[in-house]
């Protein structure tokens, strides 16, 4: 799973052939051509509605993976950073970590890509959060 480049047909696809779903049934349940939904399954992306359901049909929230991608690759926005210093005062947000997110960091640390110092600094997360992630191994 590449967090950074979200192929979401692969992942659907990955997922239909775990539960061995018939397409008959994806095809009722979308209302949907069955060649339509195999175009489904080569699209790096797709309408939110249509992805909603997929998360209904396979009962697996595929929006995590963008959630992931958001906490790892988004920058901290400027707005944040002013307001923190204006007020000068502490602002503790609270993210949200999938365990893709925290395999994802696990991954890089274990192979030495990266030091536990880099995984704090890169994605601003907490020095005790991270500790802990990484005794539970």
Not at 20 to 30: A, G, N, Y
Not at 47 to 59: E, G, Q, S, V, Y
Not at 113 to 124: H, I, L, P, S
Request: aromatic residues 12%; contains cysteine.
């Amino acid at each position: 799973m590449n967090i950074k480049n979200i192929h979401i047909g692969n992942l659907i696809r990955s997922k239909v052939e775990e539960h061995q779903i018939s397409i008959e049934r994806i095809s009722r349940f979308l209302n949907k051509a069955e060649d339509e939904v195999e175009k489904m399954y080569h699209a790096k992306s797709m309408d939110t509605d249509i992805l909603l359901k997929w998360c209904k049909l396979l009962k697996f929230d595929f929006f995590r993976f963008y959630t992931g991608h958001l906490i790892l690759y988004a920058p901290q926005s400027r707005m944040d950073n002013e307001f923190s210093q204006k007020k000068n005062t502490l602002v503790f947000r609270k993210s949200i970590y999938t365990q893709e997110v925290k395999d994802f960091i696990l991954d890089k640390i274990k192979t030495g890509k990266m030091t536990a110092n880099d995984a704090v600094k890169r994605y601003r997360i907490p020095k005790t959060t991270l500790y802990k992630w990484m005794k539970k191994i």
